[in-house]
């Protein structure tokens, strides 16, 4: 199989390469030009396998060309042969006047740019690594520092190498098996189906042209399905739906709704018009939707923010189809590739959002899937073994929580990725550890017994050093708040659980998995505040779950969530009466405050009704917490009325605009 369709289909390891057709092939001719020349057409094109013929050509024509040196190392890492560039990039480095590493000044060295030093180096530390040379990598890692054009967002990767023993401390609680018994296909994109699981291989032999000068015999990549038996094998892979079988490569895939709708990866031809050559196709990958019926695709669309000018592949769709991740190198990203989400409305998919810099790196962030709101992906820019790792985080919306590092023996130095899991315990995952040219899905189980529990740190957090840059789940961004009181409930039955130690001004609970929770903070001058947090689907698994805390000033207001009334009513709801509690709490905890509570109704009515209906429902709140004994003359009812909308939406209010615009205010009068 020729290595460029995996790397420019699958992992974005080089470019989102595009691939021409054979028309654009029959008019170039070689004649007269050098193997170099040759290569550097060859390599222009994509075309990696045709160009390290020709710069080895080259280099036997001459074997002190640094250029043919530099540019065949960088076209063995395009197809990810690691064990052929680590040489040759040695090769040209010892050509190379590094400054930092010459005993010497040495008039038969090459001198080159800064900015070309940092990037050669960084990609021989990266081949050392995948060659599980983490030495020499640490080594040249000291170098690559004191490079003036070194990349610091790369630091923390590059230095992992001089410990990759912490990402082994599991490893005794790990089985994994492969699945692929065959050596010269590629299998990956697993996604779960039935009983079983889709995958996409190129064991399909099909005619492809990948060189300008010849054709090369290639396969297609398309979908597979295996059967899981009683015996807890597999049965042998068929195609799935021959209806979607194309011309092109298919995958990967994710399923969702029970198995009845899938997400998948494809190649969309566009035509591109070029001022010397004229027209000319050019393949982009792009996401489509489908219906699966008798295990048929139907009905095939495209997802509506796919262009033809980058590429969007690799969809997770969550369960019940309401928002998707999904990998793009479009302009606007962090790295090579990067993360994005969207949602579903009842408008069609939103515009999708890039998930951030806490996710994504200056590299490639792709192969996304999730478990509930766990959230697994690989990634070749933060600390890990080499090449593509495996992380997992958990999603607050679309906010990720610390991310991890799955670890050893799922991680290894070579490329792994592609993991899905329904149970955390047990799953697949895609690595090339056994031969870097060719996939292969593995199977996993994690055996650790007595680790069966899902743990959360809860914490209270000072907002005045919280903004949006602001990752709440990094510790060390702000300010942890001591002798905070903390509450979590179980929402599935309003039970206070109790913490089973409170380490480091964290409260430290047990929790169950899938579900969600209500987590209050209180800490005298400082407003009460109440999260909400969903568990994730998966056991052992830590979770961060920081509470923000506003600090009291007079003047300074709150808006008091969840009280609710029924419609046109005063009368408090029960499940207003539960948030109540909390707010005469922070009252006690601040005997010598005094505030105006605020009511405020949306703008349907009669203005002169809805004044008359705030005071009576601010006055019922202020009656609640005298009933408690909270002395009357700390608490002011009044009335608003439609005055002061946060949405000012007139008439053309949706029923999320008149909840906002219903609210209970708390403001500070004195302190």
Avoid at 283 to 311: H, M, T, V
Avoid at 337 to 344: F, P, R, S, V
Avoid at 411 to 433: A, L, Q
Avoid at 598 to 626: F, I, P, Q
Wanted: hydrophobic share 35%.
């Amino acid at each position: 199989m020729n290595p460029l369709i995996k790397y420019s289909l699958v992992l974005f390891l080089s470019i989102f390469s595009v691939f021409v057709t054979q028309a654009q092939y029959a008019k170039i001719t070689y004649t007269g030009m050098k193997s170099e020349k040759k290569g550097d057409v060859e390599m222009a094109n994509g075309s990696y396998i045709a160009a390290i013929k020709y710069y080895k050509y080259a280099l036997e024509e001459d074997s002190t060309n640094t250029s043919a040196m530099l540019k065949l190392a960088r076209s063995y890492r395009k197809i990810n042969d690691n064990i052929s560039a680590e040489p040759v990039f040695s090769q040209y480095l010892s050509h190379v006047d590094l400054n930092k590493v010459a005993s010497a000044m040495d008039s038969s060295k090459l001198v080159i740019s800064d900015s070309l030093k940092a990037a050669v180096l960084y990609a021989y530390i990266e081949a050392l690594a995948s060659n599980k040379k983490y030495d020499e990598a640490s080594y040249w890692y000291e170098v690559y520092q004191g490079l003036d054009h070194a990349n610091p967002e790369q630091f923390a990767r590059l230095s992992a190498y001089a410990d990759v023993h912490d990402f082994s401390k599991d490893q005794k609680y790990y089985q994994i098996a492969n699945l692929t018994k065959n050596n010269n296909r590629n299998d990956f994109g697993p996604a779960y189906y039935k009983e079983g699981f889709l995958f996409i291989s190129d064991m399909n032999e099909k005619v492809v042209i990948r060189s300008k000068t010849k054709k090369n015999r290639s396969n297609y990549f398309d979908i597979y399905f295996t059967q899981k038996r009683p015996d807890g094998g597999f049965e042998k892979a068929v195609l799935f739906s021959k209806k979607t079988s194309s011309k092109y490569h298919e995958g990967p895939v994710s399923t969702f709704e029970n198995g009845s709708m899938i997400a998948l990866t494809r190649n969309a031809v566009e035509k591109k018009n070029k001022a010397v050559r004229g027209k000319s196709e050019v393949e982009s990958l792009n996401i489509y939707f489908a219906e699966i019926e008798d295990d048929k695709i139907q009905n095939i669309r495209p997802f509506p923010y796919n262009s033809p000018d980058y590429n969007s592949a690799h969809p997770a769709v969550a369960e019940d189809g309401s928002f998707m991740i999904y990998s793009s190198d479009q302009p606007d990203g962090y790295g090579h590739a990067d993360l994005y989400i969207t949602y579903k409305t009842a408008n069609g998919w939103s515009e999708p959002k890039n998930m951030g810099p806490q996710i994504n790196t200056t590299e490639r962030d792709v192969f996304p899937s999730l478990n509930g709101n766990v959230l697994y992906f690989a990634s070749n820019g933060r600390p890990g073994l080499g090449g593509l790792d495996i992380y997992k985080t958990i999603l607050n919306g679309n906010t990720p929580g610390p991310i991890k590092n799955v670890g050893a023996p799922v991680n290894s130095n070579k490329d792994d990725f592609g993991m899905i899991t329904r149970t955390g315990k047990e799953g697949y995952f895609v690595s090339n550890r056994r031969n870097e040219l060719n996939d292969v899905i593995y199977s996993y189980e994690y055996t650790k017994k007595n680790d069966d529990k899902l743990i959360a740190y809860v914490y209270a957090v000072d907002t005045t050093q919280v903004n949006d840059s602001t990752s709440l789940a990094d510790s060390t961004n702000y300010k942890v708040l001591s002798n905070a009181s903390i509450n979590v409930v179980d929402t599935r039955n309003n039970q206070y659980l109790a913490p089973i130690e409170v380490r480091n001004d964290s409260f430290v609970y047990v929790l169950d998995t899938g579900v969600e929770y209500s987590v209050l903070a209180a800490k005298q001058n400082y407003f009460t505040n109440q999260v909400t947090y969903l568990s994730g689907n998966e056991l052992n698994g830590e979770l961060f779950w920081p509470v923000p805390l506003d600090s009291m000033q007079v003047g300074k207001s709150m808006v008091l969530k969840d009280i609710l009334y029924d419609f046109d009513k005063a009368t408090l709801r029960d499940s207003s009466k539960f948030q109540l509690n909390y707010l005469i709490v922070m009252l006690q905890d601040n005997p010598t405050m005094k505030a105006e509570l605020h009511s405020h109704t949306d703008t349907r009515g009669n203005e002169n009704y809805n004044m008359r209906l705030s005071k009576r429902r601010a006055k019922s709140v202020v009656d609640y917490m005298v009933n408690a004994g909270i002395r009357e003359d700390r608490l002011v009812p009044v009335g608003m009325g439609e005055s002061e909308p946060i949405v000012d939406c007139q008439d053309d209010c949706s029923e999320d605009d008149h909840q906002l615009n219903r609210r209970t205010e708390l403001l500070v009068t004195e302190l």
